[in-house]
């Protein structure tokens, strides 16, 4: 079964985006010291904004406005991931927080354009921040 994975790559502004917000996972130990953009998985029942919602309260405990989709590759709106699952990225702002690292993460960077790479990704978010970066940086 398809397991679907939302997540936001959240941006200092969405209008007039000069960060990206990165996240460094802290469990599970395979896992741990990977950078990543804050969620999770979806729960039966739940809608996928509405987990992103949740993930999002519970992980860094803030509250966000949602931007775009961001495309996958072949025209797919979902980026595969690993072992079956795929993954929905929305951009994303603050509205309420500031973030912090409360759950499964134990540091967050804010990125600027011409360092996205300067943190290890997971493998299959590597693509996913050139998507991100092309998207909303121009670049
Ligand atoms: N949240 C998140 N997960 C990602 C990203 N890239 C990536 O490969 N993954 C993988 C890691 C995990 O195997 C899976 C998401 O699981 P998760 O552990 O974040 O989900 P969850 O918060 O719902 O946790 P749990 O209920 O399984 O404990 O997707 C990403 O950018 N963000």
Redesign the pocket.
């Known amino acids: 079964m398809t397991v679907l994975?939302v997540?936001a790559a959240i941006l200092d502004d969405l209008a007039a985006p000069t960060r990206l917000l990165a996240a460094r996972r802290s469990a599970p130990k395979t896992?741990a010291g990977s950078w990543?953009?804050?969620?999770?998985?979806v729960e039966p029942g739940e809608d996928p904004l509405g987990a992103l919602v949740r993930?999002l309260r519970e992980e860094l405990g803030v509250e966000i406005t949602f931007g775009q989709l961001v495309p996958g590759p072949n025209g797919d709106l979902s980026w595969p991931?690993?072992q079956g699952?795929v993954?929905l990225v929305w951009t994303a702002a603050i509205t309420a927080g500031p973030p912090a690292p409360l759950q499964?993460h134990d540091e967050l960077r804010w990125l600027e354009p011409t360092d996205l790479h300067s943190v290890p990704w997971?493998p299959?978010?590597v693509p996913i921040v050139d998507a991100v970066e092309r998207l909303v940086f121009g670049g």
């Open positions: 994975v997540a896992l990543e953009f804050a969620g999770g998985k993930e991931i690993h699952h993954m499964d997971l299959a978010d």
